[in-house]
């Protein structure tokens, strides 16, 4: 990332009008309120690629954005995460493509992020926007039941080529300012367990947009679709479960699932949500969190079992996907 400059609210914040919505919408503007936006500065390859580091067990981002005229990082760009973008005042328009959106304020874009895209400069533009940025696996991955799938559908598939914009006549528009105030709440509040505040609101947020955007017919194949897949990686899933401690090359993976290493990697990682290493350690992870409650083996003893090289190697990879180390845990479950 570049050098990043913040900037205050200086003004009571300009927001969408509705009476009978006034207090459902008020706890986004009001959050925001409180909140710097920083200017827009962002760090873009030579393929105009905009990565950011993400937490893979926690791989969700809020951005606070203040864009003005002339100022901010132009460019076409393109992201793996998916994304949802709301200016919250002055009228804003993105390019997708040979596709131009105009979004009034309190208006909401699911970006269209594998397709280059930029922000639109012109005369007078200033706004505050927020995205929200998370990858795909964070909402459905493996061990999460088919339905799980839903909350993705408006950002892979669309009935028409048209974007897919929630405008400021929706009757679910408010409850999704509702959503994202309270996203903003925990995602800079930082309160214990913040992270599963955020991903409980942002599964309401991605269940109204499922709502906005739904079509039942491309629901229904695509949910077939995917049970398909799920079924082909079955003898995968099966190997790994008899034999994680032992691990699983690519190669032995492709041939359980009777298809080529390189159609084996993009389908494992549309099911599973992550990588085969990513998948056979979590595996791994789960039965040595099982074995710290309900065996008297020493913390060595498990990462043998459970086929880490050594005890050091258990606490690294466990500490980032609990928090703790391992013994830290298991103090706590026998407290």
């Given amino acids: 990332m570049g050098t990043r400059k913040t900037t205050t609210n200086k003004a009571a914040p300009t927001r969408p009008r509705s009476s009978?919505?006034?207090?459902?919408?008020?706890?986004l503007w009001e959050q925001a309120a409180v909140l710097p936006f920083e200017l827009h500065r962002i760090r873009m390859d030579p393929t105009g690629r905009y990565h950011e580091v993400m937490d893979r067990e926690f791989p969700f981002i809020m951005r606070l954005f203040h864009f003005r005229h002339k100022d901010y990082t132009p460019g076409w760009t393109w992201h793996e995460r998916l994304e949802v973008f709301l200016p919250l005042d002055g009228v804003t328009r993105m390019r997708m493509g040979q596709q131009q959106v105009e979004l009034q304020p309190g208006e909401i874009l699911i970006v269209d992020n594998l397709r280059l895209h930029m922000t639109a400069d012109f005369p007078g533009f200033e706004s505050r926007v927020i995205v929200v940025s998370f990858l795909p696996e964070f909402v459905y991955s493996l061990g999460s039941p088919l339905?799980?799938?839903?909350?993705?559908?408006?950002?892979y598939f669309r009935s028409s080529?048209?974007?897919?914009?929630?405008?400021?006549?929706?009757?679910?528009?408010?409850q999704m300012h509702h959503s994202i105030g309270e996203l903003l709440r925990?995602?800079?509040?930082?309160?214990?367990?913040?992270q599963a505040g955020c991903k409980a609101h942002l599964l309401q947020l991605l269940y109204l947009l499922a709502q906005q955007f739904r079509s039942a017919e491309v629901l229904r194949s695509e949910l077939i679709r995917q049970q398909e897949r799920a079924a082909r990686l079955r003898p995968v899933f099966e190997y790994v479960a008899?034999?994680?401690?032992?691990?699983?090359?690519?190669?032995?993976?492709?041939s359980l699932a009777n298809m080529s290493q390189p159609q084996f990697i993009k389908l494992f990682k549309r099911v599973a949500g992550m990588t085969l290493v990513s998948y056979v350690t979590h595996v791994r992870l789960s039965h040595a969190f099982r074995l710290l409650r309900e065996s008297s083996l020493t913390i060595a003893e498990i990462a043998f079992q459970t086929g880490?090289?050594?005890?050091?190697?258990?606490?690294?990879?466990?500490?980032a996907a609990f928090g703790q180390v391992p013994s830290a845990v298991r103090k706590q479950l026998n407290q």
């Avoid at 009978?20 to 706890?27: F, R």
């Avoid at 880490?308 to 500490?319: G, N, V």
């Fill in 20 to 27: 009978s919505n006034a207090l459902v919408e008020s706890s």
């Fill in 147 to 155: 339905h799980d799938y839903f909350f993705l559908l408006p950002f």
């Fill in 161 to 174: 080529d048209s974007p897919h914009v929630v405008r400021k006549d929706s009757p679910l528009l408010p």
């Fill in 186 to 194: 925990c995602y800079f509040g930082r309160s214990t367990y913040y």
């Fill in 242 to 254: 008899q034999n994680f401690s032992e691990g699983l090359t690519l190669k032995k993976g492709a």
């Fill in 308 to 319: 880490f090289s050594d005890q050091s190697h258990l606490d690294r990879r466990f500490k």
